[in-house]
């Protein structure tokens, strides 16, 4: 029965970890990108994003952290015999990795602050993309244990990463596409 309830809060604190995760850098990126507007909107956008950054990371986020992190202690105290198995070692080396992204997301977070942050928004978006990686390698390690397909599943994670790569790119040339022609009809109007 206490496995039971471990595995439950085990997922809800993933999901409600994942959700700040993602929506953390979201606002980073919306952040940086505030640097581009004129005073006094500049000003304002940037102290309201540190507010909601800082909620996110202390109310949502590191809180789905330390239930995640709880529950799977609790996991394997009920079955403890897991820790010998191949797959639990790689997906715990996947966790680690993942708690250091969110450990550095509060140090940009400090960045963003003091305004010593150098990441533009196009890297803050690539950024973005990691904890998604992280999950999809979790999961599937979590769900097939050692009967993970590991050649298509690493094929599988390439084209996932290039498909983000690609779609991020694609992104900038079309904002950046945007603001020429959005420049253009300025000029255009003023000139009429």
């Known amino acids: 029965m206490a496995y039971s309830w471990f595995k439950a809060f085990h997922i809800?604190?993933?999901v409600v970890w994942f959700a700040?995760?993602?929506?953390?850098?979201?606002?980073?990126?919306?952040?940086?990108?505030?640097?581009?507007?004129p005073e006094p909107a500049r000003t304002i956008l940037k102290n309201q994003y540190q507010i909601m950054e800082k909620r996110l990371y202390n109310i949502i986020t590191t809180p789905?952290?330390?239930?995640t992190v709880a529950m799977a202690i609790g996991l394997l105290t009920t079955e403890p015999d897991v820790l010998k198995e191949g797959w639990l070692h790689i997906k715990l080396g996947f966790v680690v990795l993942l708690l250091g992204?969110?450990?550095?997301?509060?140090r940009l977070m400090k960045q963003l602050a003091q305004d010593t942050c150098?990441?533009?928004?196009?890297?803050?978006?690539?950024?973005?993309?990691a904890p998604?990686?992280?999950l999809v390698v979790i999961v599937l390690l979590a769900v097939f244990k050692n009967n993970l397909p590991t050649d298509i599943t690493a094929w599988g994670i390439v084209a996932m990463i290039i498909a983000m790569v690609a779609t991020i790119q694609l992104y900038a040339r079309k904002r950046r596409k945007d603001k020429e022609k959005l420049t253009t009809e300025m000029v255009q109007q003023q000139s009429s």
């Open 12 to 14: 809800v604190g993933i």
């Open 20 to 37: 700040g995760l993602f929506y953390l850098v979201r606002l980073f990126i919306y952040h940086v990108e505030a640097n581009q507007e």
């Open 64 to 67: 789905g952290m330390l239930v």
């Open 101 to 106: 992204y969110h450990h550095y997301c509060k």
């Open 118 to 129: 150098k990441w533009n928004s196009q890297q803050l978006r690539a950024l973005n993309e």
């Open 132 to 134: 998604t990686v992280m």
